[in-house]
Every structure is written in structure tokens, then in C-alpha cells.
């Protein structure tokens, strides 16, 4: 089946540090991939996404490109923010038909 | 954009007793609604996907007697945690797939119930 390996966290950092989180994916198909975010008290948000194999997904500063040769999807950000304290999801989907639901990554706190 | 609203945000029930948990699209329609349980390492696990006008889905190891599902219109669904244990206490997260947003790719979440059974 589908599944997301993303790398166990916490990971702490200094601010404006350089940051990545990993990512990599197990599909039968060609999924979608997805980076969402959940703040402190909050719910998940969708940070960015990519839909085919090279596509850069990108958002406030986060990119992440789809590579089907590692099939992977690693989220980065050049210069990491207090405000970026959260906790980072990796996810796919495969199709767009109304029934398929997103399969999470385990998840990543970044602090 | 797409809003989903999920009520209650928090609850604090007595063993044994049973939990409903709505979630509603206030400005879409949603013929499917997925249900998501988060542990406390952070993982969010999907337990079923909730069909408009039929049975849910469960996901292997997902007990339907006990986490009840109802999707009886395009804008509601519920789940019911019945006889709740102290085990089944977490965080429940529902999401609505709107399928004509194609900036997200139509899943939008809720902000997700905290119940704690005591």
C-alpha cells in the first residue's frame, strides 16, 4: 500500500539557520505529494504541493520537489524563523476523485 | 476559501458514556469526509472515510461499532465515539474534499477535537 516515511524529529534550530526535513513516499501510482503544517493549538494547513514528478512546490519561503527517481519530496527552507515553530507533515494522494483520502507521514516538530 | 468547521473543540467525557464529534463544510459540499485520529507522537492515523448517503469506509484495525459514522448530508458528518474508554482518548481531526479546488487540491481540515475520557 501507500505509504510516507518522513525523518523523526524534534529538530531544533537556530534562527535563519538552513533547515530540511525528509521525506520519502511508497506508491503504486503516481501520487500527489503535499507538505502541510500544523501550529501550536491549530489544525493542519496545506504549505505547499507538487503534482507531477519535478514540480517545485513552494510558500513563505518552504520548497520541496517532487523526485520520482528517489521518490522523495524533502521540504527545505533557506533561513528558518521563530515563527516556523511547528510541526511539519509529509502526505500524498493518488488521484482526484473525491474518495481518496491523504495518507500522513508521521510528522516532524521543528523548534 | 474552503472552511470546515469542527465542534466540539474540546470534550471531557466519563467512561462508558458516548462522544458525537460533527464536522461540517460551511461553504462547500463535501460528498466525502475523511477521519482522522493523531496520536501523541504527532502521527495522524485515518480510521474512515464517511460517504454522503452511505456506509462509511474503516480502515483496517478501525472498530465501525464503536467509532460511528454518518454522512447524512453534503455538509455534515459525525462520528461517534460509543462507550468510550480512557484509551480512545485523542485528538480527532475530520477533512472535507472539495473536489472543484484545484489550489489545494480540495482537502481542507478542521481545527480538530481533543477528547479526554476520564
Known amino acids: 500500500g501507500n505509504s510516507v516515511t518522513q525523518m523523526e524529529g524534534p529538530v531544533t534550530l537556530s534562527e535563519e539557520a538552513f533547515l530540511t526535513i525528509n521525506c520519502t513516499y511508497t506508491a503504486t501510482g503516481y501520487p500527489s505529494l503535499f507538505w502541510y503544517v500544523q501550529y501550536p493549538g491549530e489544525g493542519l494547513q496545506l504549505l505547499l504541493k507538487a503534482t507531477k514528478a519535478d514540480d517545485k512546490g513552494s510558500n513563505k519561503g518552504f520548497e520541496a520537489t517532487y523526485r520520482k527517481e528517489t521518490t522523495s519530496f524533502h521540504l527545505e527552507k533557506g533561513s528558518v524563523q521563530v515563527s516556523d515553530s511547528a510541526v511539519y507533515f509529509c502526505a500524498l494522494t493518488e488521484g482526484n476523485q473525491a474518495g481518496t483520502a491523504l495518507i500522513f507521514g508521521k510528522g516532524t516538530t521543528l523548534s | 476559501g474552503a472552511v470546515v468547521s469542527q465542534h466540539p473543540s474540546r470534550v471531557i467525557c466519563k467512561s462508558g458514556t458516548s462522544v458525537k464529534i460533527e464536522c461540517r463544510s460551511l461553504d462547500f459540499q463535501a460528498t466525502t469526509m475523511f477521519w482522522y485520529r493523531q496520536f501523541p507522537k504527532k502521527s495522524l492515523m485515518l480510521m474512515a472515510t464517511s460517504n454522503e448517503g452511505s456506509k462509511a469506509t474503516y480502515e483496517q484495525g478501525v472498530e465501525k461499532d464503536k467509532f460511528l459514522i454518518n454522512h447524512a448530508s453534503l455538509t455534515l458528518s459525525t462520528l461517534t465515539v460509543t462507550s468510550a474508554h480512557p484509551e480512545d482518548s485523542s485528538f480527532y481531526i475530520c477533512?472535507?474534499?472539495?473536489?472543484?479546488?484545484?489550489?489545494?487540491?480540495?482537502?481542507?481540515f478542521g481545527s480538530g477535537t481533543r477528547l479526554t475520557v476520564v
Open positions: 477533512s472535507a474534499r472539495d473536489v472543484g479546488d484545484r489550489r489545494s487540491y480540495g482537502y481542507t
